[in-house]
């Protein structure tokens, strides 16, 4: 299994991954939701300090996919926001997603990223280690359906200072529906 940044010559490939990942786990509509999402992030000609996407593959094929991307705080450390993460459905339960993540987070470590938010379930991202953290802390850039998955990973220190105010997004999460 290697993990490296991806490759341009690999968007339609991710694209995929997402789309048939997501339909498989959740439904056909939001299959199609997660790959818009994605299809938006890779399209748009963000500065290479703002967006990172990591794979995994096996032999040249993608069987994980994961996006990083900036959440702008007004004044604060770098924080980058971890969404969406996808793994081929049968590559699943074998750590992918896990090793992923940690590979993006470390890679982001190496650009003094501070921290890492994602939003989503804990028993998933707790054991990348990520834990809860509550919006009086670190708010998200839009009102939460779920506080309790609005999730940090401290990535260059353990420590987790709160941070004033309510940060911004690249343009493909900022939309209240997906919070």
Known sequence: MNFSIYEQSQKN??????????????SKQEGEQVARLVTDFLAEPYPSTDLYV???????????????????????????????????TNWQGQGIGQ?????????????NVSLVMTYGDINFYGKVGFSV?????IQAPHSLSYPKGWLVKPVLDD???????????LKPLDNPQLW
């Open 99 to 111: 090793k992923l993540i940690q590979f993006g987070c470390d890679k982001l470590a190496e650009q």
């Open 54 to 88: 990591f794979v995994a593959t096996d032999e040249q094929r993608i069987v994980g996919a994961i996006v990083m991307s900036r959440l702008q705080f007004a004044h604060a450390k770098e924080v980058f926001l971890l969404s969406p993460v996808a793994v081929a």
């Open 133 to 137: 953290v509550s919006e009086e802390i």
């Open 13 to 26: 490939e991710i694209i995929a991954l997402y789309l048939a990942t997501f339909s498989a786990s959740e």
């Open 159 to 169: 420590e987790i200072l709160p941070i004033t105010g309510k940060p911004s997004c």
